[in-house]
C-alpha cells in the first residue's frame, strides 16, 4: 500500500505509549466492572483508541457521578476506563515538564511528595523560623472556597497550552493540546450516570458541585488530569509567593497552604495581597471562614495531623473517619462473606489510614482501633504486617 505524503508526515501517538498508559492505569484502580469490560479485550481496544485519537474522532465517554462522605462529603466523577487511559497518556507526556517547574514545596499528587513529606515540611518551617522553639513565630493556615468548582477552564488551558508550546519539543505537541483541550472543556454532568440517590447530594454545598459550578468552571474531583492541572493552576501562585513576595517558609497541598513567619502583623497584612492575587489572576478565593492566625505554641492542624512543638498527632476527624471506615468494613463482614473485591477494598481502605498513622507516635491507638472495633471475620482474609502498619492478604 502506497503512503501519502499526509500519512508521513503526520505526528501521532504511537501504540506503545498507550499501552504504557493502559498498565499504569490499571495499576491503580480496583476491578471495577468499566475496567473488566475494557480489560476482557484490551488489545484490541488500545488499538481503537488509537486510531481515534490519532485520526481525531475520539470522543470522551459518560462518567459516573456519586458521593463520597469520607474524609470528608465530596462530589465525585468517575470517567470512562479508556478515557482514564487517556488522561494517563496526558500526564505521562506532561508531567516531568511540571515538575521542573513546580516549586518544592506543592505536595499534592507527587512522586516522592505527599502527605508525609508535606507535613514533615510544615514542622521543620516552624522549628527554623522559631530557632527550634525559642523565638517567637506565627502560621497563617488558609484554604480555597470550593477551588475546583472554581477554576476557570480558559485561564487553564491558555496556560496549559503556552506551557506546552514552550516545553514540550516534539512531533505530537498539537495532538497533546488537543487532547488537553478536550478533557478541560469536557462538562461531565451532562449525560452522566448517577450512583446512589439524588438526595445524597442533599446537604453538599453547591460551592463543592460541578451541577452548579459557573459556565466554564469547574474540574472534576476524581480524574488524574483534574489533580495535576489544579496543581498546575496554582503554580503562578506559588512563584509569586515564593520568588515576588520572597516568603521562605510557604507550603501547599492542592487549596490548602501554610506560611511560617516570625511577625504576626506582617502575616496579618499578607492576607489581602495573596487574595488580590488568587482573585485578579486565578479567579479563586480564600474562604473567609478558613483563616487561620496562631503562635505556633497553638499548633497547627495539617493533612490529618496536628503540628504541635516537638510532637505530631493524630488529628481527632482522622481517627473518626478510621473508626467509621471499620464499622463500614464490619457491617460488610456482618452482612456476607466479602467477595474478593471487597477484601481488597478493605485493605486499600485500612492501608490508608495505617500509612498515615504509622509516622507518628500511634502505635497505641492503632493496635487499640483495630483490635478492640475490628469484626473477627476480616481475620479469615487478612492478617496484620510490620507492627500494625500494614494489612496483607492471606494466601490459601
Known sequence: ????????????????????????????????????????????????????????????????????DKPVKREIFAADFRDRVVHHLIIGKLNHL????????????????????????????????????????????????????SINKNILFAK?????????????????IKLCKQVIFNDPTKNCIIKGNKSDWADLPQ??????????????????????????????????????????????????????????????????????????????????????????????KFLGTVILPNRIYIANRTKGNFYTTIEKQNQIARDHKPTKEEQQAFQSSMNSYLGIMKHYKSYKLRKQMIFKNLSGWWWNYLYLSGGIAKFEMKTK
Open 207 to 300: 460551592t463543592k458541585s460541578l451541577f452548579h459550578s459557573k459556565p466554564n468552571c469547574g474540574l472534576p474531583i476524581g480524574n488524574l488530569t483534574s489533580q495535576v492541572f489544579a496543581n498546575f493552576y496554582m503554580d503562578s501562585f506559588d512563584h509569586f509567593v515564593k520568588h515576588d513576595l520572597k516568603i521562605q517558609y510557604y507550603g501547599r497541598y492542592v487549596d490548602d497552604f501554610v506560611i511560617v513567619h516570625e511577625d504576626k502583623e506582617y502575616l496579618k497584612k499578607l492576607i489581602p495581597q495573596l487574595s488580590e492575587y488568587l482573585q485578579t489572576e486565578l479567579q479563586v478565593t480564600i474562604h473567609p471562614k478558613k483563616i487561620y492566625l496562631q503562635h505556633y505554641s497553638k499548633g497547627v
Open 160 to 176: 496549559l497550552e503556552t506551557f506546552i508550546n514552550e516545553k514540550h519539543q516534539h512531533s505530537d505537541k498539537d495532538l497533546i
Open 98 to 149: 511540571f515538575e521542573k517547574q513546580f516549586i518544592n514545596d506543592s505536595y499534592s499528587c507527587r512522586v516522592g511528595k505527599g502527605t508525609h513529606f508535606g507535613i514533615q515540611r510544615i514542622d521543620r518551617f516552624i522549628r527554623q523560623c522559631s530557632v527550634n522553639y525559642t523565638k517567637d513565630c506565627y502560621i497563617l493556615k488558609l484554604d480555597l472556597q470550593g477551588f475546583f468548582m
Open 1 to 68: 500500500m502506497q503512503l501519502s505524503l499526509f500519512d508521513i508526515q503526520q505526528p501521532k501517538i504511537e501504540l506503545e505509549e498507550l499501552f504504557t498508559a493502559y498498565f499504569e492505569c490499571r495499576k491503580n484502580k480496583r476491578n471495577t466492572a468499566n475496567a473488566l469490560a475494557f480489560e476482557i479485550d484490551y488489545e484490541n481496544n488500545l488499538v481503537q483508541l488509537c486510531e481515534e485519537i490519532n485520526s481525531g474522532t475520539y470522543k470522551i465517554g459518560r462518567s459516573i457521578a456519586f458521593i463520597v
